[in-house]
């Protein structure tokens, strides 16, 4: 255990939380809800790199949330070229939100993770998600108590790797950055955001994706504790 760390800030989705399952069988439920005929896997396929898109738009303030929310749906459609009426996106764009949370599925060892972390170190969350979804994910999932602070980018008004989040996540957590560690997935928004208001990282890249950096790296949760 290092003396030097004392609070631990992890991102959520797709870090501790299994956005990418959670997200295919809310699918599977809202289309199946509204009939949308649609095969799940080719959706998904479309759907997913778009959606990583709109959100790093997201994070670069070129496009809004309802824009998020609309367009990734919208664009995927155009794709597969399924014609859906407006009004539907709309409605499956609400219902993906309101469905969302009820799926659970964490990354593997995660719960084991944070029961090793607690009481060594606080822990606290950073997340660009909307507020109204992270919350019910952590409750839905058993690992809010696990959590001293939760700082999102609707409190803040600016998303990761902007430092302002950084800075107010460290604000209301007391913590000193030197004194701080940021876990999470992605390596411009988690990693690089947070080494630049002087914060130590672990990059969580379980897809093994990013091998071109000097940043600590693990692919498993588990991993994590060794360098804690």
């Given amino acids: 255990m290092s003396t030097r760390i004392k609070h ?21 439920k809202i289309f199946k809800l509204n009939a949308i005929d649609v095969e799940l896997n080719s ?42 009426e407006d009004d539907m996106i709309h409605h499956l764009s609400e219902a993906y939100i309101e469905h969302l949370s009820s799926f659970n599925y964490l990354f593997e060892g995660t719960h084991e993770l944070l029961k090793y972390l607690e009481g060594k170190y ?23 108590t696990y959590f001293k602070t939760v700082t999102n980018s609707e409190m803040v008004g ?18 000193k950055a030197n004194e701080s560690i940021m876990i999470g997935d992605s390596l411009e928004a988690d990693i690089e955001g947070a080494h630049k208001v002087g914060m130590d990282t672990i990059h969580f890249d379980y897809n093994n994706a990013n091998s071109n950096h000097n940043y600590k ?3 498993h949760l588990k991993a994590i504790e060794y360098h804690l």
Wanted: proline share 4%; hydrophobic share 40%.
């Fill in 158 to 175: 600016v998303k990761k790797p902007n430092p302002k989040i950084f800075n107010f996540a460290l604000e209301v957590a007391k913590a």
């Fill in 122 to 144: 606080e822990l606290h969350i950073i997340t660009n998600g909307f507020s109204e979804a992270q919350e019910k994910k952590m409750i839905t999932s058993n690992i809010r």
């Fill in 8 to 28: 631990v800030f992890f991102d959520l989705d797709h870090t501790l939380w299994d956005f990418d399952k959670n997200s295919g069988l809310t699918f599977e």
């Fill in 217 to 219: 790296k693990v692919s």
């Fill in 43 to 84: 959706f998904l396929n479309v759907y997913e790199p778009i959606n990583l898109n709109y959100w790093k738009l997201y994070r670069e303030e070129r496009v809004t949330k309802p824009q998020l929310r609309y367009g990734r749906l919208k664009d995927a459609f155009d794709q597969l070229e399924l014609v859906v």
